[in-house]
C-alpha cells in the first residue's frame, strides 16, 4: 500500500509540472543515433529575461526524474534553493549499455566512454547553448548509473559541482579507483562541490553496502573546506523507493545549503560571535557566493538583514547602524528599514537633528495602512522631545548674562 501510494504521489506530481517538460533530441556523433530528453524549465523561465538557472542532469527519464523535479519545485517555492532546469536523459532501452564497465577494473567500457563524452560534450554545450543556464552543474544517477557518475570526478576540473548517488551499486573496484583521482586536488580548485549519497543495508547485498562505507569514510578523509560528502545510512528505510525518494530532498539540502536564508545552526556556527562590521560582511559576502555559486541574482532577505540586527544594535554602542542602513538603503532603497537604522545611529550618538531627519525619511516611505506607521512615528516624538531639553532655558540663564542684557537696553 505505501508503495502503490507513492506511485499515486508521483503521477499527480508529474501531472502538475508536465507542462513544462518539453522533449529535445541530438543527433548524436559519439553514440552515432538520435538520443532524446526531457527538459523541465522553471516556473516564470520565459518571462525572466535575466536570470540564468543551475542544471541537473538526471540519468533517466522517468521516476528518477520525476522525483528530482517535484523536489526543484518544492524547494524553490519555499526559498530553500534556486530555481533548476532538470534534464532527463532518455534511457528506456540502453541503460545497461550506457553505463557498463569493465568488471575487472571498474573502468568504462567503449560504449560507456561514448555516452561519457555525449554527456560531456554534446548535452552539456547543447543546454549552455540553449537555454539560460548558470556554471553550477549537478548529476544524479541511481544503482549503477549512481557508480557511472562518479566516474566525472577525474577530471581535471569536475565538470559537475554536486553528485547525486542514490543507493549506489558501487563496482568490486571502485575504491581504487576513486583513490585514483587524487580529490584532494579539488581544494586547490576555486569552486565548490557536494557529493551525496544514500543507502539502506535492508535494500542492498552485505558486500555492497560494506564497499559503500569504505568509500564513504575515504572520501569524509579529505579536509578541503570546498568538498562536502556526506553519505547517509537508512537502516530503516522500508523500500528501495522509499529510499530514493528520501535521498533527493536530503542531497538538496546540502548542496543547497548556501542558497538558504541564515539558519538558526548557521547563525550560531558562523554568525553570533562576529563583531558587527564582520556580521555585515558576512550578510554582503553570503550574498556575493550565492550569485557567483548558483548564478541567482538574489537579493539579500529581510530574514538575513533582522538575523544579525541585535549585533549590529546591541555591540559597540550601535557604531556601525550606519554602515548597515546605508547597507540595507542600497538593495532596497523604497524601504524604510534603511533610513530606520540611520537614525538610530544618530540618536545613539545624541545627534538628534540628524536622527529627526532620517526617522521622518523612514516614516514617509511607511505605507499609511501598515500596522506598525503609528508605532514607528513614537520615535519621531521621542527625538523631537530629546531635541527640545537640549535647548537652553531662557528664564534660567546665568546672571551674569542678565546684567549683560541689561546695560544693552540702558546703551
Known amino acids: 500500500m505505501k508503495y502503490l501510494s507513492l506511485v499515486f504521489a508521483f503521477c499527480i506530481s508529474f501531472s502538475s ?13 559519439e553514440l552515432k543515433r538520435k538520443r532524446s530528453f526531457k527538459i523541465y524549465l522553471p516556473k516564470n523561465y520565459k518571462k525572466d529575461l535575466t536570470a540564468n538557472y543551475p542544471l541537473a542532469i538526471v540519468l533517466g527519464n522517468q521516476y528518477l526524474f520525476d522525483l528530482y523535479v517535484g523536489n526543484a519545485k518544492l524547494f524553490a517555492n519555499v526559498d530553500k534553493a534556486p530555481r533548476q532546469i532538470v534534464v532527463g536523459i532518455d534511457m528506456e532501452k540502453t541503460y545497461a549499455k550506457d553505463i557498463s564497465i569493465v568488471e575487472a577494473t571498474n573502468m568504462l567500457t567503449s560504449r560507456s566512454s561514448h555516452f561519457y563524452n555525449f554527456i560531456k560534450h554534446e548535452l552539456i554545450p547543447y543546454m549552455e547553448a540553449n537555454f539560460k543556464t548558470s556554471p553550477f552543474m549537478s548529476i544524479t544517477g541511481e544503482g549503477k548509473g549512481a557508480n557511472f557518475l562518479t566516474h566525472f570526478l577525474k577530471e581535471p576540473e ?17 575504491p581504487q579507483i576513486i583513490n585514483s583521482y587524487t580529490l584532494s586536488r579539488l581544494g586547490k580548485i576555486d569552486n565548490t562541490y557536494y557529493i551525496y549519497a544514500s543507502n539502506s543495508k535492508k535494500q542492498t547485498t552485505e558486500e555492497l553496502y560494506d564497499r559503500y562505507s569504505e568509500i564513504g569514510t575515504f572520501l569524509s578523509s579529505f579536509n578541503a573546506e570546498n568538498f562536502h560528502v556526506n553519505f547517509d545510512k537508512f537502516e530503516s528505510s522500508p523500500s528501495f523507493l522509499a529510499t530514493i525518494s528520501e535521498t533527493i530532498p536530503r542531497a538538496f539540502t546540502n548542496m543547497f545549503s548556501l542558497y538558504s536564508k541564515i539558519s538558526k545552526g548557521e547563525y550560531e556556527k558562523n554568525v553570533k560571535d562576529l563583531d558587527p562590521l564582520d556580521a555585515i560582511k558576512y550578510l554582503e559576502k553570503k550574498y556575493l557566493d550565492i550569485q557567483y555559486l548558483y548564478g541567482a541574482n538574489l537579493n539579500v532577505r529581510l530574514d538575513d538583514i533582522y538575523a544579525i540586527e541585535g549585533i549590529v544594535m546591541d555591540k559597540m554602542d550601535g557604531d556601525y547602524l550606519r554602515v548597515l542602513g546605508d547597507f540595507v538603503m ?27 531627519f532620517y526617522y521622518k525619511a523612514a516614516y514617509g516611505k511607511m505605507n499609511p495602512s501598515d500596522p506598525n506607521t503609528d508605532s514607528f512615528y513614537e520615535n519621531i516624538k521621542r527625538v523631537n522631545d530629546l531635541m527640545g531639553s537640549q535647548k537652553p532655558d531662557e528664564e534660567n540663564l546665568p546672571e551674569e548674562d542678565n546684567e549683560e542684557e541689561e546695560k544693552e537696553e540702558d546703551k
Not at 17 to 29: L, R
Not at 158 to 174: G, H, L, R, S, W
Open 17 to 29: 509540472f508536465s507542462q513544462e517538460v518539453i522533449t529535445k533530441s541530438i543527433d548524436s556523433k
Open 158 to 174: 569536475p565538470i559537475f559541482n554536486a553528485y547525486i548517488c542514490a543507493t549506489p551499486e558501487f563496482a568490486k573496484y571502485a
Open 330 to 356: 542600497i538593495k532596497y532603497p523604497d524601504l524604510h528599514l534603511g533610513d530606520y537604522y540611520v537614525g538610530k545611529f544618530h540618536e545613539l550618538g545624541k545627534d538628534y537633528e540628524k536622527a529627526d
